[in-house]
């Protein structure tokens, strides 16, 4: 006898939780394609050993990264990565502080953070030392500085490679080279991290607190969203692969800033994607998540858009960082001295 298409829902589900690989599995499929059509969106210009086929495979692998960091049960560890997955943004209001003004300093905005709970102890709720081994429920997340430090990453990876381009040897530029494969490949977690809506709010896994819309408060909403339901149907690719425009400059040229930071387009491009929660938890509502329901289709064009909108942004974050690369005026000036004095590696 066929089961009906909520316990079909719900063995999956089970299936999906109690699997030693749950949440990895097809969440990388997803962030790897991703990284794939962003690399669609780069220009004939764009440095060509990107295009490699080894470089291609190594960037799309690497999507998957910062999840498999999670298989280590260090609490330091877990400390420093997992809230850079994620941010919620509802908690800022209790805290006293707006999403309109973070700071572009991580460490600015955790002494911030601090302060705030400080002032707000009386009503905020307990934390339970024994959920809390790794010290994060203090946090609301990282997520949109550890895209703009990244970026930023890969930006300074670009300026040495074009100085030993100039004049390092074949090996150094090899491994310059490598360097910025891993820095595009890891950078695109995050930025794919983002446009999963659930990765910008307390409700990322069930509705939390007052519900006067009756969402899901399942506890495995998340990972049916990142495995169960876009496992059953996953998003057409191939025609993904068509709308991808090429890669430009997040900010323009003309722009004038004292502090050359990214972070005010980067929280724009989170900020954007956290505005589909509620619709997200509708789409749910409505059985569009439910791919047994006859509707249940429906909600795939939901994620074709996010994974859309995260591989265009990506993309322009890799040229960006390539065309805004300074020049490494150190590297260049230790380079001809190495040369002209006839020294350096063998």
Do not use: C
């Not at 999963?196 to 006067?212: C, D, E, F, K, S």
């Amino acid at each position: 006898m066929p089961l009906s298409p909520v316990l079909n829902r719900t063995a999956a589900l089970f299936l999906l939780l109690n699997s030693p690989f749950a949440g990895h599995a097809f969440d990388y499929e997803n962030h790897r394609l991703i990284n794939e059509l962003a690399l669609q969106s780069l220009p004939a210009a764009f440095p060509k050993f990107v295009q490699d086929t080894a470089a291609r495979e190594r960037i799309a692998f690497l999507a998957g990264e910062p999840d498999r960091w999670r298989n280590t049960p260090d609490n330091t560890f877990k400390h420093w990565n997992a809230p850079d997955h994620y941010i919620d943004f509802e908690d800022l209001e209790p805290l006293g502080l707006s999403a309109d003004k973070l700071p572009p300093f991580r460490h600015v905005f955790t002494m911030q953070l601090g302060e705030a709970r400080a002032r707000h102890a009386a009503t905020l709720p307990a934390i339970d030392p024994a959920r809390n081994q790794d010290r994060t429920r203090e946090l609301v997340g990282y997520l949109p500085w550890s895209i703009a430090e990244q970026f930023s990453q890969l930006k300074s990876a670009f300026s040495y490679l074009k100085a030993y381009e100039e004049g390092g040897t074949p090996d150094e530029i090899a491994n310059a080279r490598q360097n910025v494969i891993q820095y595009m490949g890891v950078l695109g977690h995050q930025v794919g991290d983002a446009a999963q809506p659930l990765h910008t709010t307390r409700h990322y896994n069930g509705w939390v607190g007052a519900n006067p819309n009756g969402f899901t408060t399942s506890r495995g909403f998340h990972s049916w969203i990142d495995g169960g339901y876009l496992a059953k149907l996953p998003v057409d690719a191939a025609s993904l692969r068509t709308k991808v425009r090429s890669a430009r400059l997040i900010r323009s040229e003309d722009r004038a800033t004292a502090e050359p930071s990214l972070f005010p387009e980067v929280l724009a491009y989170v900020r954007e994607q956290h505005r589909l929660v509620v619709p997200l938890y509708q789409l749910d509502k409505e059985g569009k998540l439910s791919p047994d329901q006859p509707q249940g289709r429906d909600g795939r064009s939901f994620f074709e858009k996010q994974f859309l909108t995260a591989a265009q942004m990506l993309g322009d974050l890799w040229f960006t960082a390539w065309k805004e690369a300074p020049a490494d005026t150190y590297l260049r000036s230790y380079l001809a001295r190495r040369k002209l004095n006839g020294s350096g590696p063998s």
